[in-house]
């Protein structure tokens, strides 16, 4: 059967402690049992020459009441644990939105240094020609050619150049899960208690 204390449940099981003795007095003696507990204490009792079970009622209902008490304080251990490990997700995953913004804002500004290199290149190369072509022959078959494709190079090395008009800060990124999970360092990015590495924090 199943007693309930302050909304705790606990099995307890009566039944012949000794069902195939031929011995009538040790076949009609009863057992009762709540099941091991984590503290190791007692958890079966039973008829005896000097005390039969019913005079232990008392003591297996104070066990039970320790239990409840027990069981408790487990859940309330549990859920400050849960709460605890929430309160240092939610710091992990504003560290690692920190560090992932970190890293795609110096990707973005690595890459208009790169641009930046490649107009400036561009505009050392088109001076290069314009002097070229200052030196050519003004009857050169390919000189009208030549000045045009100075022009649009030069409008190129313009539309490459991140510095043309003054670079903003780049938008704040929307960030998948997996893309946090490099600097979550254990963490999953599904939640506080979802799957953690085994070196993960706990």
């Given at each position: 059967?199943?007693?309930?204390?302050d909304?705790?449940?606990?099995a307890?099981?009566i039944?012949q402690?000794?069902p195939?003795?031929k011995d009538?007095?040790?076949?009609?003696?009863?057992?009762?049992?709540?099941?091991?507990?984590?503290?190791?204490?007692q958890?079966?009792?039973?008829?005896?020459?000097r005390?039969?079970?019913?005079?232990?009622?008392?003591?297996?209902?104070?066990?039970?009441?320790?239990r409840?008490?027990?069981?408790?304080q487990?859940?309330?251990?549990?859920?400050?644990?849960k709460?605890?490990?929430r309160?240092?997700w939610?710091?992990?995953?504003a560290?690692?939105?920190e560090k992932?913004?970190?890293?795609h804002?110096?990707s973005?500004?690595?890459?208009?240094?790169k641009?930046?290199?490649e107009?400036?290149?561009l505009?050392?190369?088109?001076d290069?020609?314009?002097?070229?072509?200052?030196v050519?022959?003004?009857?050169?078959p390919?000189i009208?050619?030549a000045r045009?494709w100075l022009?649009?190079a030069?409008?190129y090395?313009?539309?490459?150049?991140?510095?043309?008009?003054?670079?903003?800060?780049?938008?704040e990124?929307e960030?998948e899960?997996?893309?946090?999970?490099?600097?979550?360092?254990g963490?999953?990015?599904?939640?506080?208690e979802?799957?953690?590495?085994?070196w993960g924090?706990?």
């Amino acid at each position: 059967m199943e007693v309930a204390i302050d909304g705790f449940p606990c099995a307890v099981t009566i039944k012949q402690e000794f069902p195939q003795s031929k011995d009538p007095d040790r076949s009609l003696r009863l057992a009762l049992d709540i099941g091991y507990s984590l503290s190791g204490r007692q958890h079966h009792w039973g008829d005896r020459k000097r005390l039969k079970l019913e005079d232990m009622l008392g003591i297996v209902l104070r066990e039970l009441e320790t239990r409840a008490v027990e069981e408790r304080q487990r859940k309330l251990d549990e859920e400050q644990a849960k709460e605890k490990r929430r309160i240092r997700w939610e710091r992990a995953m504003a560290a690692a939105k920190e560090k992932a913004s970190e890293a795609h804002f110096g990707s973005v500004l690595q890459k208009q240094a790169k641009q930046w290199r490649e107009a400036h290149a561009l505009r050392q190369y088109c001076d290069a020609l314009e002097r070229r072509l200052d030196v050519a022959a003004e009857d050169s078959p390919d000189i009208e050619s030549a000045r045009a494709w100075l022009r649009w190079a030069r409008g190129y090395a313009e539309s490459l150049d991140p510095l043309t008009q003054p670079p903003t800060m780049p938008s704040e990124p929307e960030f998948e899960p997996e893309d946090l999970k490099p600097y979550l360092t254990g963490w999953s990015p599904h939640g506080p208690e979802a799957h953690r590495s085994a070196w993960g924090p706990f």
